[in-house]
C-alpha cells in the first residue's frame, strides 16, 4: 500500500501554520528593497527564458521551447540564475543593480533547496567584492531586526546576525577542520593535482572522483558544519580552479576573489569579484560544460551576448544570496517550503 500523500499547502489549518513565516517574508523583502533603495541601487527584472541557463557542471536547468508564429523552434531555458543579464545591464551603463529574481534549478528538492526559489542578487560597478562582505553583514542584521529575531536559527543553531563575520580562507578551513593542505594541489598557473589531493583526504575518495568533486566532499562533511556557528561566517579565496565567473586575487593567481556566506552551517550567499577577460571566460565556461557532458551526457550552450558584453562591462563585484534561506533563518522555519507562498507541486 502507498503512504498518503501529504497533506496540501492550501489546506487553511496548513496555511495558519504557514502564514506568520510568509508574512515575515514580505516584510524581509520590503526592508531590503527599501536598503538597496537607500544606497542609490536600482531595482531590476531579468528575464527569466535564457539562450543559457548558466553553465556550472552540477547545475541543472528546466528546458522549454520557443515557437515562433512561422512554427520555427529553438530551445530557452529557465535561468539558474539572472548573473548573465545582470552583467549585461552593467555593460549597459547601470552601477548599482538588484534583483529579487525567480530562478530553477532542477534535481534539487529538500529542507534547503526548491525547484523554484527567489535569488537576490546585487552588482556594484568598479567596487571591490569586499564592498559585498559589508553588504551581507547588514542584510543578515536587517532580515533578524526586521522579524524581531535576537539570532538566526536552524536545526538547533544559533548565530548571532548582528555580530562581525568571522573571515576564512579557504585553505585556512581545510586546514584547520579537514588536516589538508588544499593549496599544495593547486599549482601558480590554477592547474590542481588530484593525487595529491586524494592522498590527503579525510573522506571517502572514488576512483573516478575529479579534484574538484573530493573538494566538494570535505567542503560537506568536514568544513560546512563548522561554519557560521555562533557568528557568521565568509568563506574566502577559493582555489581558481572554483571559480568559474570570478577573477583571480591580486598577487595570488591560485585563488580567486571568490567568497561564501554561512549562518548555522547554512550556504546563504555566493559573491565574486567579477572576471570580465573574454577568453579566460570562455574557457572556464567550455571546460565546466566538458565535465556536465561526461558526467550527465548534456551540455549546455554558451551564451555569446555575454561573452561579447564582457567587452565592455566595467570592473564590478556582484553576489547571489538564497532569500528564501535568509527568511527560513530569520524567522525560525524548519523548511524552505514554509516560506514559499505557493511551493512547487510534489509528484505522487
Known amino acids: 500500500m502507498s503512504s498518503p500523500l501529504p497533506s496540501p499547502w492550501w489546506r487553511p489549518?496548513?496555511?495558519?501554520?504557514?502564514?506568520?513565516?510568509?508574512?515575515?517574508?514580505?516584510?524581509?523583502?520590503?526592508?531590503?528593497?527599501?536598503?538597496?533603495?537607500?544606497?542609490?541601487?536600482?531595482e531590476v527584472e531579468a528575464a527569466a527564458l535564457a539562450i543559457s541557463p548558466g553553465n556550472e557542471a552540477h547545475l541543472h536547468a528546466f528546458a522549454t521551447e520557443a515557437?515562433?508564429?512561422?512554427?520555427?523552434?529553438s530551445q530557452l531555458y529557465l535561468h539558474t540564475s539572472p548573473e548573465f543579464a545582470?552583467?549585461?545591464?552593467?555593460a549597459a551603463g547601470e552601477t548599482k543593480i538588484f534583483d529579487f529574481a525567480k530562478v530553477w534549478r532542477n534535481r534539487e528538492r529538500g529542507p534547503l533547496h526548491h525547484p523554484e526559489f527567489?535569488?537576490?542578487?546585487?552588482?556594484?560597478?568598479?567596487?571591490?567584492?569586499?564592498?559585498?562582505?559589508?553588504?551581507?553583514?547588514?542584510?543578515?542584521?536587517?532580515?533578524?531586526?526586521?522579524?524581531?529575531?535576537?539570532s538566526l536559527r536552524f536545526r538547533g543553531h544559533a548565530c548571532d546576525p548582528f555580530?562581525?563575520?568571522?573571515?576564512?580562507?579557504?585553505?585556512?578551513?581545510?586546514?584547520?577542520?579537514?588536516?589538508?593542505?588544499?593549496?599544495?594541489?593547486?599549482?601558480?598557473?590554477?592547474?590542481?593535482?588530484?593525487?595529491?589531493?586524494?592522498?590527503?583526504?579525510p573522506v571517502r575518495v572514488a576512483?573516478?572522483?575529479?579534484?574538484?568533486?573530493?573538494?566538494?566532499?570535505?567542503?560537506?562533511?568536514?568544513?560546512?558544519?563548522?561554519?557560521?556557528?555562533?557568528?557568521?561566517?565568509?568563506?574566502?579565496?577559493?582555489?581558481?580552479?572554483?571559480?568559474?565567473?570570478?577573477?583571480?586575487?591580486?598577487?595570488?593567481?591560485?585563488?580567486?576573489?571568490?567568497?561564501?556566506?554561512?549562518?548555522?552551517?547554512?550556504?546563504?550567499?555566493?559573491?565574486?569579484?567579477?572576471?570580465?577577460?573574454?577568453?579566460?571566460?570562455?574557457?572556464r565556461l567550455s571546460s565546466e560544460m566538458d565535465e556536465k557532458q561526461r558526467v550527465y551526457g548534456e551540455r549546455y550552450p554558451i551564451d555569446e551576448d555575454f561573452l561579447a558584453a564582457l567587452a565592455v562591462m566595467p570592473e564590478a563585484s556582484g553576489a547571489a544570496l538564497g532569500f528564501d534561506r535568509l527568511v527560513m533563518l530569520a524567522t525560525g522555519a524548519a523548511r524552505i517550503d514554509q516560506v514559499i507562498w505557493t511551493p512547487v507541486p510534489t509528484q505522487p
Open 163 to 201: 555580530a562581525e563575520p568571522e573571515r576564512v580562507t579557504v585553505a585556512q578551513a581545510f586546514e584547520r577542520w579537514a588536516g589538508v593542505d588544499l593549496l599544495m594541489s593547486v599549482a601558480t598557473d590554477g592547474t590542481v593535482d588530484r593525487s595529491a589531493l586524494a592522498a590527503q583526504a
Open 67 to 73: 515557437i515562433t508564429t512561422d512554427g520555427r523552434r
Open 207 to 283: 576512483d573516478d572522483d575529479t579534484w574538484s568533486d573530493i573538494v566538494s566532499r570535505i567542503l560537506v562533511e568536514k568544513i560546512e558544519p563548522h561554519l557560521g556557528m555562533g557568528r557568521p561566517t565568509l568563506l574566502t579565496e577559493y582555489p581558481i580552479a572554483e571559480a568559474a565567473l570570478a577573477r583571480p586575487k591580486p598577487g595570488n593567481p591560485r585563488v580567486a576573489e571568490r567568497f561564501e556566506l554561512y549562518a548555522c552551517g547554512v550556504e546563504l550567499a555566493n559573491a565574486f569579484g567579477e572576471l570580465t577577460d573574454i577568453a579566460q571566460q570562455r574557457d
Open 86 to 90: 545582470c552583467k549585461k545591464l552593467l
Open 118 to 150: 527567489t535569488m537576490l542578487e546585487w552588482y556594484r560597478a568598479e567596487e571591490p567584492y569586499e564592498a559585498l562582505m559589508a553588504d551581507c553583514q547588514s542584510l543578515l542584521a536587517l532580515a533578524a531586526e526586521t522579524v524581531g529575531a535576537e
Open 13 to 42: 489549518e496548513n496555511h495558519q501554520d504557514r502564514r506568520p513565516f510568509l508574512l515575515g517574508r514580505n516584510a524581509i523583502q520590503k526592508a531590503i528593497r527599501g536598503w538597496f533603495d537607500g544606497l542609490g541601487f536600482t
